[in-house]
Nanobody
Framework: QVQLVESGGGLVQAGGSLRLSCAAS????????IGWFRQAPGKEREFVAA????????FYADSVKGRFIISRDDTKITVYLQMNSLKPEDTAVYYC????????????????WGQGTQVTVSS
């Protein structure tokens, strides 16, 4: 069983930055690829970024490429999403997700999900 807990959300002005964290319990988490997704009110959930279990490969949605950075710490238990140059359209609930076999993407349905953290960007 893997449990994921997101933190770091909040209210920020456009152009500002936030860093989200995804902390996991479960000893095998360090071997799982991790992804971040988001869902804005009235919209479908969308893929944001993903990282392989080694941390050597990262993937981004076009909408955040160049602004967001996904990383994981040396223990590989915590995954971060550094969000820079935030825009009002980045406002959403952000979720981290893990899957033992597949790198999360826009075409996958990861098995494990956190409860989400709200990010609100004011204009």
């Amino acid at each position: 069983q893997v449990q994921l807990v997101e933190s770091g959300g909040g209210l920020v002005q456009a152009g500002g930055s936030l860093r989200l964290s995804c902390a996991a319990s479960g000893r095998t988490f360090s071997n799982y690829p991790i992804g971040w997704f988001r869902q804005a009110p009235g919209k479908e959930r969308e893929f944001v970024a993903a990282i392989t279990w080694t941390g050597r490969s990262t993937f981004y949605a076009d909408s955040v490429k160049g602004r967001f950075i996904i990383s994981r710490d040396d223990t590989k238990i915590t995954v971060y999403l550094q969000m820079n140059s935030l825009k009002p359209e980045d406002t959403a609930v952000y979720y981290c997700a893990a899957d033992p076999k597949t790198v999360p993407s826009a075409r996958t349905a990861p098995i494990y999900w956190g409860q989400g953290t709200q990010v609100t960007v004011s204009s």
